[in-house]
């Protein structure tokens, strides 16, 4: 009869149920404290409020123990090795920007240089999410003239009201002191900017209010002082009606200052899209007819963004209008 060959036993040392917890808490504990910077940043970024305040009690015990244990440098030094330093918002500590005195007419038209095919206008558009769709729009078609060179960049859940998630004034001062600055520059703010706004002086006034409105407006003004220039149109876009009724309120709001700053300025164009996204009855509506007369849908499901019938509609009224500004022939319909 043959003998069955049995293997003998394992007698490799296994890891118990509780070593193995242990071992998972430790990498979680220490994952955190290495993590600890980012953590913390993340809850200061969210809107100010009651959840903010509930985060940061938690991370900033586990920030400061981190910090006490050098855990935090390694973080650091790969943010600062990728490029990824802290920046300096610019509005964190800025004075209220100067009064502006608003003309008597509507402001005078900016020399920019007349384009031809071999030397075309610098068109640069961009902000929050409201300028990708429209934005790729505006390119496609500002680009397709020949008279214009355009360059696109949205930044999604930024604005003005948060400069230190990311810093546009300072993006702005960068962008029209290189090398070749752009001679249009169209700015997409607002849909972003309905939360909590923290002035220079610490205080923090909430959508709606008139220190929010006063401290919205001053950062709308110092931008637009940014961004304007010698032989530079800068073309500022208002929110279109939203969904939400709530909401469109609120861009009301920010649509008011954007106007009002803009007459201030000559050589600021303020767009009003509020009036290309109503229907008949100056409602919301997510279809409307294009120039042919069909229906088509016009917004997202979020009843925020455009669609690409949208972002079309939005970006060739845009070009009319800055093409009668600058009293030239885009060749466009």
Not at 173 to 199: H, M, W, Y
Not at 311 to 328: F, H, P, W
Request: aromatic residues 8%; charged residues 25%; neutral net charge.
């Amino acid at each position: 009869m043959a003998r069955v060959q049995r293997n003998p036993p394992d007698s490799r040392p296994t890891m118990t149920s509780g070593v193995a917890i242990f071992v998972c808490g430790l990498t979680l504990v220490l994952g955190t404290l290495l993590n600890a910077d980012a953590l913390l940043a993340g809850a200061d970024q969210k809107p100010f409020g009651a959840e903010r305040t509930n985060w940061l009690r938690v991370w900033r015990p586990v920030h400061f123990v981190s910090h006490g244990l050098y855990l935090d440098r390694p973080r650091g030094w790969l943010d600062e090795s990728l490029g990824r330093g802290k920046q300096s918002p610019a509005f964190l500590d800025t004075q209220p920007a100067p009064e502006v005195k608003a003309p008597n007419a509507a402001p005078q038209a900016v020399s920019v240089r007349i384009p031809d095919r071999d030397h075309p206008l610098r068109l640069w558009v961009g902000g929050d999410s409201m300028a990708q769709v429209f934005g790729q729009s505006l390119v496609a078609i500002a680009d397709g003239t020949g008279l214009l060179k355009s360059e696109l960049d949205y930044r999604i859940s930024t604005g003005l009201s948060r400069p230190d998630v990311f810093d546009w004034p300072g993006e702005f001062s960068r962008l029209t002191r290189s090398e070749r600055p752009p001679e249009i520059i169209v700015v997409v703010f607002g849909a972003n900017d309905s939360q909590g706004l923290k002035t220079p002086e610490g205080a923090i006034f909430q959508p709606e209010s008139d220190g929010w409105r006063a401290e919205y407006r001053r950062r709308v003004a110092g931008t637009m002082d940014i961004v304007r220039g010698q032989g530079r149109l800068v073309v500022w876009m208002g929110q279109p009606i939203m969904r939400d009724d709530g909401f469109s309120r609120r861009m009301l709001d920010v649509n008011q200052i954007f106007g009002d700053e803009a007459q201030k300025r000559p050589g600021t164009l303020f767009i009003d899209s509020w009036k290309l996204f109503v229907d008949a009855n100056g409602e919301y509506s997510a279809f409307l007819k294009d120039d042919s007369g069909v229906g088509v849908s016009m917004r997202q499901a979020d009843g925020i963004h455009l669609t690409r019938a949208g972002g079309d509609r939005l970006a060739n009224a845009v070009l009319k209008a800055v093409a009668a500004q600058l009293k030239t022939d885009f060749g466009l319909p």
